[in-house]
């Protein structure tokens, strides 16, 4: 029949609809930081080494001879970035289907429904892997109890959260996971609470302070299953000679290896704007960079904007999209304060992402996302399910953040 809805047609309109400009887009959209990141889609293999200077060669006296004698080769790390890889996958039940057959803007409502939810699950998830360090944490439970009510340690956490996810817990990200899984039903977001399916204390051992993840996220110990970004790259910990990150122990210097790193207790009672002066003075004085991007969370940039009063440049930071090829396909803008800082001029961003008890300082030509191929990109346009009455698609996109200059990014945290 010449109204009969088929796969081949569903899938070619989903791919019309959902192109690759659409596709690069719904990911960026909302996400500061990772928009303006450089993006390289072509990471093949099975990892990709690069180095990363820590020390320049020593030869260097006021006397020949002793600088011929003292002279050593630069030191430098090489790290070996692996892919992590993060599914989206949405479905049309049949009778929805049918209910379209012969309509095409009524197909074509059904299928932006379920496309648009799968894309906006992979956009929030992107950007919210941007500040992590890989492990999948997106929150700390305060004070579980026989109830069917979990409450955040950190409320605004709770942007980290959607009806309908199903969490693990662990003591920490380096701690075997807890036996049980709780079903979020409700999230009062201004709270900072979460109404459950399951009691709270059902989950086996759950305690104070432990760690939360999305089921899958997070599976056995010390677990990096997702892209590690500036949690990782930038830790607010010194790293210790004992870790392994892609292959390098960073202990060697812990700056130019892994960033700076201040906090409330090192250097107490600043302010944001005297937050970012002091970051953006350690970056030019320890490193060759000179950094230009500040990233804080959206409450935080409401009483910085308050604070730097008519000493903020205000101005609209245009971001491209680009493709494969490197074309640009669509445009994003930013919204940015631009304030002098420390030897430097930079863009301040607002990112809903970014914990709200961190700043970040940060030399942007410093960072890359490297993904194979798109991100996102469609790995089944539609397929019949076997196991329920309807059709499947599913995005995908395997990538990780690559930081080529460590020691031009350091952080705050409150």
Same mark, same amino acid.
């Given at each position: 029949?010449?109204?009969?809805?088929?796969?081949?047609?569903?899938?070619?309109?989903?791919?019309?609809?959902?192109?690759?400009?659409?596709?690069?887009?719904?990911?960026?959209?909302?996400?500061?930081?990772?928009?303006?990141?450089?993006?390289? +889609?072509?990471?093949?293999?099975?990892? +990709?080494?690069?180095?990363?200077?820590?020390?320049?060669?020593?030869?260097?006296?006021?006397?020949?001879?002793?600088?011929?004698? @003292?002279?050593? !080769?630069?030191?430098?790390?090489?790290?070996?970035?692996?892919?992590?890889?993060?599914?989206?996958?949405?479905?049309?039940?049949?009778?929805?289907?049918?209910?379209?057959?012969?309509?095409?803007?009524?197909?074509?409502?059904?299928?932006?429904?379920?496309?648009?939810?799968?894309?906006?699950?992979?956009?929030?998830?992107?950007? #919210?892997?941007?500040?992590?360090?890989?492990?999948?944490?997106?929150?700390? #439970?305060?004070?579980?109890?026989?109830?069917?009510?979990?409450?955040?340690?950190?409320?605004?956490?709770?942007?980290?959260?959607?009806?309908?996810?199903?969490?693990?817990?662990?003591? @920490?990200?380096?701690?075997?996971?807890?036996?049980?899984?709780?079903?979020?039903?409700?999230? @009062? /977001?201004?709270?900072?609470?979460?109404?459950?399916?399951?009691?709270?204390?059902?989950?086996?051992?759950?305690?104070?302070?432990?760690?939360?993840?999305?089921?899958?996220?997070?599976?056995?110990?010390?677990?990096?299953?997702?892209?590690?970004?500036?949690?990782?790259? @930038?830790?607010?910990?010194?790293?210790?000679?004992?870790?392994?990150?892609?292959?390098?122990?960073?202990?060697?210097?812990?700056?130019?290896?892994?960033?700076?790193?201040?906090?409330?207790?090192?250097? !107490?009672?600043?302010?944001?704007?005297?937050?970012?002066?002091?970051?953006?003075?350690?970056?030019?004085?320890?490193?060759?960079?000179?950094?230009?991007?500040?990233?804080?969370?959206?409450?935080?940039?409401?009483?910085?904007?308050?604070?730097?009063?008519?000493?903020?440049?205000?101005?609209?930071?245009?971001?491209?999209?680009?493709?494969?090829?490197?074309?640009?396909?669509?445009?994003?803008? +930013?919204?940015?304060? /631009?304030?002098?800082?420390?030897?430097?001029?930079?863009?301040?961003?607002?990112?809903?992402?970014?914990?709200?008890?961190?700043? +970040?300082?940060?030399?942007?030509?410093?960072?890359?996302?490297?993904?194979?191929?798109?991100?996102?990109?469609?790995?089944?346009?539609?397929?019949?399910?076997? =196991?329920?009455?309807?059709?499947?698609?599913?995005?995908?996109?395997?990538?990780?953040?690559?930081?080529?200059?460590? =020691?031009?990014?350091?952080?705050?945290?409150?």
């Amino acid at each position: 029949m010449a109204g009969t809805l088929n796969l081949t047609q569903f899938a070619y309109a989903l791919k019309t609809v959902y192109d690759e400009t659409k596709m690069l887009t719904a990911v960026a959209e909302k996400n500061v930081a990772y928009a303006r990141m450089p993006k390289n +889609f072509k990471f093949g293999g099975n990892n +990709f080494a690069f180095g990363v200077i820590y020390a320049p060669m020593t030869g260097r006296s006021n006397l020949f001879a002793t600088a011929q004698a @003292n002279k050593n !080769p630069s030191k430098g790390k090489q790290f070996l970035l692996t892919r992590a890889r993060d599914y989206a996958v949405g479905s049309i039940d049949t009778e929805t289907l049918l209910a379209s057959e012969g309509d095409e803007a009524a197909l074509l409502t059904a299928m932006t429904d379920s496309a648009d939810s799968a894309l906006l699950a992979l956009n929030r998830s992107l950007g #919210i892997r941007t500040y992590g360090n890989g492990s999948g944490k997106v929150g700390v #439970i305060d004070t579980p109890s026989h109830s069917y009510t979990l409450t955040l340690d950190t409320l605004t956490d709770a942007v980290n959260f959607e009806v309908g996810q199903k969490l693990k817990f662990a003591a @920490n990200e380096a701690s075997s996971l807890r036996t049980g899984t709780l079903t979020v039903s409700a999230i @009062n /977001r201004d709270a900072g609470t979460m109404t459950c399916a399951e009691y709270v204390d059902s989950v086996t051992s759950i305690t104070d302070h432990d760690s939360i993840f999305v089921e899958g996220d997070y599976v056995t110990a010390s677990d990096r299953k997702l892209p590690v970004g500036f949690g990782g790259w @930038n830790p607010s910990t010194a790293p210790a000679a004992s870790e392994s990150f892609f292959g390098v122990d960073r202990s060697a210097d812990t700056v130019s290896l892994g960033g700076g790193r201040y906090t409330s207790t090192t250097n !107490p009672g600043l302010s944001t704007e005297e937050v970012i002066q002091l970051l953006a003075s350690r970056v030019n004085k320890h490193s060759p960079f000179s950094p230009d991007t500040v990233y804080m969370g959206t409450d935080r940039f409401k009483d910085f904007i308050v604070a730097v009063g008519s000493k903020a440049i205000y101005q609209k930071v245009s971001v491209p999209v680009t493709n494969a090829k490197g074309d640009v396909v669509a445009e994003l803008g +930013f919204d940015s304060v /631009r304030i002098h800082a420390g030897g430097s001029v930079l863009d301040c961003f607002a990112d809903r992402n970014c914990p709200e008890a961190t700043v +970040f300082v940060q030399t942007l030509n410093t960072w890359e996302f490297k993904s194979m191929g798109p991100c996102p990109r469609w790995i089944v346009e539609a397929r019949s399910m076997e =196991s329920e009455d309807a059709v499947e698609f599913r995005a995908a996109y395997w990538g990780n953040f690559r930081c080529k200059g460590p =020691s031009g990014n350091s952080r705050y945290d409150f």
